[in-house]
């Protein structure tokens, strides 16, 4: 809504044709309390097989995320308790992000007799050959490092319980619309998320450093949204594009003021202190910057290399043929 009053809006979200095809999908690996689901699951984790209609599928209903957060914690420890199966369909869970909660609501949770918790995705997306488009495996990954995070704040507290730091990915099998599923480690994810966590900034602290009055009530007039969302420092990257809903209103902003982030974090990490496109272009130029700095150094060079060119493919389109040269 933001990003829309400010006359930036983002079009983000799946086609109604995907979603739809995504929510039957999901449909067909719950159904018949998880049966197809938990087959998976022993089939690429192993351990003891599910015995069929055994399974318990706590009702996780309850008022507002705050409620399905507790609701959902409940049920954990009573089916960890309990010492069999248990099936939760959308548990709701919270995670401290910046000082506040945050609520996340993983596809499924199965609870596995020996008290050990799995993290379940269910993606559209298609296992050609038992192999998935990398760059969306690794989305999956960090998602579920997420939900993996919080579900140890629940296990710490709830005996007998351990988190599994292997999720099961369900996906498509080739063409078709039956499930199969690969096992995700994410270890790896869960350890940059969790340092990446303990690095943000408190809202509090943010709050603090904002000029008094300072409101993102997108009823407000474009004119105060735009002074607001300015007074926060925004550090753009094209990356945001897929993520961030005010990513199109920053591009804006990181254009009109020459920086070189706006071309990718890999450009900005190799041009060092040069953090403008007009001061790379002057220190290419020899205008400005330091002889002696490696980065103005290789820009010098490669400014030279491109006249070098460029004068070459002159004089050859000189030495040309009339018709050749026109041709070219």
Same mark, same amino acid.
């Given at each position: ?10 079009? @983000? ?7 739809? #095809?995504?929510?039957?999908?999901? &449909? ?42 507790? #609701? ?9 308790? &309990? ?29 596995? =007799? ?56 369900? %996906? ?67 990356? %945001? ?6 990513? @199109?209103? %920053? ?39 330091? =002889?002696?700095? =490696? ?7 490669? &400014? ?22 026109? %041709?070219?």
């Amino acid at each position: 809504m933001l990003a829309t009053a400010l006359g930036s809006p983002a079009p @983000f979200g799946q086609s109604q044709f995907a979603f739809m #095809r995504g929510n039957a999908f999901e &449909a067909k690996v719950k159904a018949d309390g998880g049966t197809e689901l938990l087959r998976l699951m022993y089939e690429r984790l192993g351990g003891s097989p599910a015995p069929a209609g055994d399974v318990s599928t706590p009702d996780l209903s309850a008022a507002g995320p705050e409620g399905r957060a507790a #609701r959902t914690a409940l049920a954990l420890r009573e089916a960890t308790a &309990a010492g069999g199966w248990a099936l939760l369909d959308h548990p709701m869970l919270a995670l401290e992000v910046a000082g506040s909660p945050a609520y996340l609501e993983p596809d499924a949770v199965v609870v596995h =007799p020996d008290g050990r918790w799995t993290v379940v995705e269910i993606k559209s997306f298609p296992m050609i050959d038992a192999s998935a488009d990398a760059a969306k495996v690794g989305a999956a990954a960090r998602q579920a490092a997420v939900y993996v995070l919080a579900l140890e704040r629940v296990a710490a507290v709830t005996e007998g319980a351990e988190v599994g730091h292997r999720v099961l990915l369900v %996906c498509p099998k080739d063409f078709s619309n039956l499930p199969t599923a690969s096992v995700v480690d994410v270890r790896k994810q869960r350890a940059v998320t969790r340092r990446q966590l303990t690095r943000l900034t408190r809202i509090e602290d943010i709050a603090d450093a904002l000029p008094e009055g300072t409101t993102f009530d997108p009823a407000c007039s474009p004119q105060e949204l735009e002074s607001a969302v300015s007074s926060v420092t925004a550090a753009y990257a094209p990356e %945001c594009l897929a993520a961030c809903e005010l990513a @199109f209103h %920053c591009r804006a902003r990181s254009r009109a003021q020459g920086a070189v982030a706006t071309l990718g974090r890999s450009v900005r990490g190799e041009l060092g202190g040069l953090t403008t496109v007009a001061g790379v272009l002057a220190a290419a130029a020899g205008k400005e910057g330091d =002889p002696a700095d =490696p980065t103005v150094a290789a820009l010098r060079r490669a &400014a030279d290399l491109r006249a070098d060119a460029l004068e070459s493919a002159a004089a050859l389109r000189a030495q040309a043929p009339e018709g050749v040269a026109a %041709c070219r």
